[in-house]
């Protein structure tokens, strides 16, 4: 995602109103792009399998936790993904492309028949057996996983300003928030929505998130097709 630049005003007041009202659409870009790939309504029902035994509190604490290593998780990833770029020298469409191909894959998942979890007995069992299982398996890999890190990587490829890191960030907040409410009430979203709603919503957000992987695609293949054109036109 590139942020849009900020056009030239005739007046400061114009200028500082437009401001605020493209920092408002760049923080809702992020969080769109961001809320399909952490996906936290396809978590209440494995939350509540790992999670069965333990009261109310311990619930809401391993969610509380689970969160906020997500919440860590993904700042890593936007702030680290551009200087491990830098230092590999991966060009910014390979990263387009790659991470588009990627998040397909995980649109493609969500958007197939929903299993009631993707866990296997051997890895339920051992999740229910450990005393912290916030980290993993909660934050990592089922809220972010290789496609949340990957929309974070090309979220920073396209930071243009230095405000920008925030609005992300607080973007990437805002659904860790929305993520802990929804794990806290999984028993009565599970049994309000049923097994058909909590499916619907994970395909309504697998849709987005293939959508988001093919735009990706599509600005990693016109960059390479351009810079390809350029360098044939130039060696002519």
Request: charged share 15%; glycine share 6%.
């Amino acid at each position: 995602m590139v942020f849009p630049r900020r056009p030239d005003y005739d007046s400061r007041e114009s200028e500082d109103n437009m401001s605020a009202h493209e920092w408002f659409t760049n923080a809702f870009l992020a969080f769109l792009a961001i809320l399909p790939v952490v996906n936290p309504f396809s978590a209440p029902p494995i939350f509540i399998s790992i999670t069965e035994g333990l009261s109310t509190e311990e619930r809401g604490r391993q969610a509380l936790k689970a969160c906020l290593y997500a919440f860590l998780i993904l700042l890593v990833s936007l702030l680290a993904g551009t200087f491990i770029l830098k230092f590999f020298s991966i060009s910014l469409p390979a990263v387009q492309i790659a991470g588009g191909l990627l998040i397909a894959r995980t649109g493609f998942q969500m958007l197939g028949p929903q299993k009631e979890h993707h866990q296997s007995n051997v890895e339920e069992q051992e999740a229910r057996e450990k005393e912290d299982i916030s980290f993993i398996p909660l934050a990592m890999p089922l809220l972010s996983g290789p496609g949340a890190m990957a929309v974070m990587i090309n979220l920073a490829t396209g930071v243009e300003q230095t405000i920008d890191w925030l609005l992300i960030s607080l973007a990437a907040a805002a659904v860790c928030i929305i993520t802990y409410f929804v794990l806290i009430e999984s028993v009565r979203l599970v049994r309000l929505l049923g097994v058909n709603g909590m499916n619907a919503l994970t395909k309504l957000m697998g849709f987005l998130l293939l959508s988001m992987a093919v735009q990706f695609m599509i600005n990693g293949l016109s960059t390479s097709i351009s810079t390809l054109i350029h360098h044939l036109n130039a060696t002519t």
